[in-house]
């Protein structure tokens, strides 16, 4: 399964131990599934976790070894065409990456963004809780 996680997500993961982003994280880092990534998420990622009101919730350390392990461990998409279809014009790289590389799903915290789509080009767009559920076989949330 190809995965790809909202910056929000990873982000999440470093905040909350025992989270539904965490887990995720987590089951990565386990060989569960296979996380995409790409140069527009990297720099994004680094952007937010220096902001200071970040930089607070977080250990600058566990970002740090977050990111290696992304850099070295995920697979890296970096021909992205160009799409234009989110309501937030800076989450359309992620659409991107999920058309590109053909991921099952795009896990967001994003409600008015990209949780709204639903799905795109195959990729369907969900919840933390609604991916931990169906890597646990949990079945699918009907909302």
Partial sequence: MRVILDTN???????TRGSPPNSLYEAWRDGRFTLI?????VEEFQRVTRRDAVRALIHPAEA??????????ATTITELPEVDVSPDPYDNFLLAMAQASQATLLVSGDKRGLLALGMHH????????????LLEGNAWPTH
Avoid: K
């Fill in 37 to 41: 990534i790409s140069a527009p998420q």
């Fill in 122 to 133: 195959g990729t369907r767009i969900v919840t933390a809780r609604q991916a931990v559920d």
């Fill in 64 to 73: 740090g070894r977050m990111l290696n392990d992304i850099r070295r461990l």
């Fill in 9 to 15: 997500i990873l982000i999440a993961a470093l905040i």
